[in-house]
């Protein structure tokens, strides 16, 4: 199974600054995924990152918050861009193929002052 | 779209066994997975089963799946205090790209 590796595991950034999350994956893999878990809750999809083309994003995320990069098969990142205390949560890397289960990193426990 | 439902919280006693039920609402549903969280970590996939199957068992772990009740189970034998965790599970639709829906997660506490 893809073992998957973030970084940072944990922040404390200010107001109205920015946190780029990598993401990166011992193997080649065809889906690569971002998640955000707020505290005390559920895992909810940001978006699916897409090797060399825009990520797809879910409803009630965009771009210009969460940007994300995808250049190759093993690696990616996700921005949290102009943070507000409403972003501290853990956000989770995934990685699977078609026919392959999802595993997950760490994650990066973002906290905002 | 898709819902997944868990219940909130199960305590059982050390040596018991535990049973965690998830209900979901797309029968286009191709794969169904189980994930342990532990405090302060990520998600560790513990096991998963494909939609055609009705029973997978992994040494403490049985996942049964009930397609025409959309339900699915997991079962930790013997139970032990590690087991502690948040317990979620998390439905795939290979028509929806891939993507999981997770159940809100399930609190187990196991009391010595």
């Known amino acids: 199974s893809a073992v998957i590796s973030q970084k940072p595991s944990r922040d404390i950034c200010q107001r109205g600054t920015s946190l780029t999350i990598q993401c990166q994956v011992d193997?080649?893999?065809?889906?690569m995924f971002w998640y955000r878990q707020q505290p005390g809750q559920s895992l909810t999809l940001i978006a699916t990152?897409?090797?060399?083309?825009?990520?797809?994003?879910e409803s009630g995320f965009v771009i210009d918050k969460f940007p994300i990069s995808r250049p190759n098969l093993t690696f990616s990142t996700l921005t949290v861009s102009n943070m507000s205390p409403e972003d501290s949560s853990i956000y989770l890397c995934?990685?699977?193929?078609?026919?392959?289960?999802?595993?997950f990193g760490d994650g990066t426990r973002l906290s905002i002052l | 779209g898709e819902d997944v439902e868990q219940s909130l919280f199960l305590s059982v006693r050390e040596g018991d066994s535990s049973v965690i039920n998830c209900t979901y609402t797309?029968?286009?549903?191709?794969?169904l997975y189980w994930y342990k969280q532990e405090p302060g970590a990520g998600l560790q996939l513990l096991t998963y089963?494909?939609?055609?199957?009705d029973m997978k068992q992994d040494q403490r772990l049985t996942v049964l799946l009930n397609k025409k009740d959309k339900h699915l189970s997991l079962r930790i034998a013997d139970t032990q205090t590690g087991d502690s965790a948040i317990y979620f599970c998390?439905?795939?639709?290979?028509?929806?790209?891939?993507?999981?829906?997770f159940g809100g997660g399930t609190r187990l506490m196991v009391k010595p």
């Open positions: 995934s990685a699977g193929g078609q026919d392959q289960p999802q595993h």
């Open positions: 193997s080649q893999v065809t889906m």
């Open positions: 990152a897409n090797q060399g083309s825009e990520a797809t994003y």
């Open positions: 797309d029968s286009s549903s191709t794969y």
């Open positions: 089963i494909f939609s055609n199957m």
């Open positions: 998390a439905v795939m639709n290979n028509n929806a790209g891939n993507m999981l829906t």
